[in-house]
């Protein structure tokens, strides 16, 4: 008896949702497939990583005699030129360039801007740790032909849709257009992202995992530490903390818990940037079930002022996000 489950590639998925969007006019699909397509270029230079330095590439330089990039250059180039070129785009943004990326005259100009962090953790590469691609999509909102900062600064709550791909033991693209989150894993001996988790949800009840580095624990606020203390004392709460946003996060969607990356004296906004990593996440995870804050108020309220501002982090259950900002009720700004 063939088994039930259907081989249902990421193409065949997003022409499937774009049904229910009779206004549909596919530019929307068309991004997300050349996000899909960047994606499995880059899952097979993250492959490679680790034989840069045996397969030939002393001086790292490659086969053609092109200086090897680093991977995150590597990944910010194949995005851009999977997105610059396709009509759909007014402008990039991208946590490598300090400005935003416009769209070169001789291509046409679109209706989305798309920002993204191209290859988050990249200092985990060395020691094969997962690491992960994230990016956020837009409506354009400025008059003009071509996209500005304006079309960027937009708070996460106006996300068309947002996604990662997680580079870890398998490769997998996982995104939501405020219709549910999707989850693909990539067969690379097909070449396709299959749908593999579809309409994925946070766990009720969830596991009680806290996710934060406690290195910095005499930096935090006294709320933040009172929280940690109940967390693994009397909440009976474990701990996992990979230190790749992506791998902590997919982690924390798929079990639950509760993932931090609080503000401290020497980060008074926290680390982690609120317009290509945590609002997309944000996206993600709110779509699922849960929350993310940023210790007081919803991610995805908060006005951006600049491009690479960085927020607090709370992420996770939504029972484990409320309670967090109870604890730092208590705490004024560091
Ligand atoms: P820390 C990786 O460098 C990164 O940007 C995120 O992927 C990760 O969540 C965070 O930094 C880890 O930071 O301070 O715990 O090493």
């Not at 590639?9 to 991004?31: C, K, W, Y």
């Not at 766990?203 to 709320?223: C, D, F, L, Q, V």
Request: charged share 25%; glycine share 10%; proline share 5%.
């Amino acid at each position: 008896m063939p088994s039930e489950t259907q081989v249902v590639t990421m193409s065949r998925f997003l022409v499937d949702q774009e049904r229910h969007f009779p206004e549909a006019t596919g530019a929307f699909t068309n991004i997300l497939h050349d996000i899909a397509l960047a994606a499995k270029v880059i899952s097979r230079e993250v492959r490679k990583a680790g034989l840069m330095g045996i397969l030939g590439d002393a001086g790292l330089e490659n086969v053609h005699g092109e200086e090897v990039q680093k991977l995150d250059v590597f990944a910010n180039d194949v995005l851009y030129r999977a997105l610059d070129h396709t009509g759909h785009i007014a402008c990039l943004a991208s946590e490598e360039s300090e400005d935003i990326i416009p769209i070169p005259d001789k291509f046409p100009a679109g209706d989305y801007v798309v920002l993204y962090d191209p290859l988050d953790g990249s200092s985990n590469i060395d020691v094969n740790v997962s690491i992960g691609t994230i990016f956020s999509i837009h409506r354009k909102v400025s008059h003009g032909e071509r996209g500005t900062l304006e079309d960027c600064l937009q708070p996460g709550s106006r996300q068309l849709a947002a996604g990662y791909v997680l580079y870890g033991s398998s490769t997998m693209l996982v995104y939501t257009t405020g219709a549910g989150v999707h989850g693909f894993t990539l067969d690379p001996s097909l070449g396709e992202f299959l749908l593999s988790h579809p309409g994925m949800t946070m766990p009720e009840p969830p596991t009680k995992t806290y996710s934060i580095n406690e290195a910095y624990y005499h930096r935090w606020a006294p709320g933040q530490q009172r929280l940690v203390r109940w967390l693994k004392g009397e909440g009976g709460f474990g701990s996992r903390y990979i230190g790749s946003l992506v791998a902590d996060v997919h982690r924390t969607l798929l079990q639950g818990g509760l993932f931090m990356y609080p503000r401290d004296r020497n980060k008074p906004e926290g680390k982690l940037r609120l317009l290509y990593e945590m609002a997309p996440l944000a996206m993600i995870v709110t779509q699922a079930g849960g929350r993310a804050s940023d210790g007081r108020h919803d991610l995805l309220d908060i006005e951006p002022r600049s491009l690479h501002q960085r927020t607090p982090a709370y992420l996770g259950s939504r029972e484990f996000v409320d309670l967090a900002e109870r604890y730092l009720e208590e705490d004024s700004e560091i």
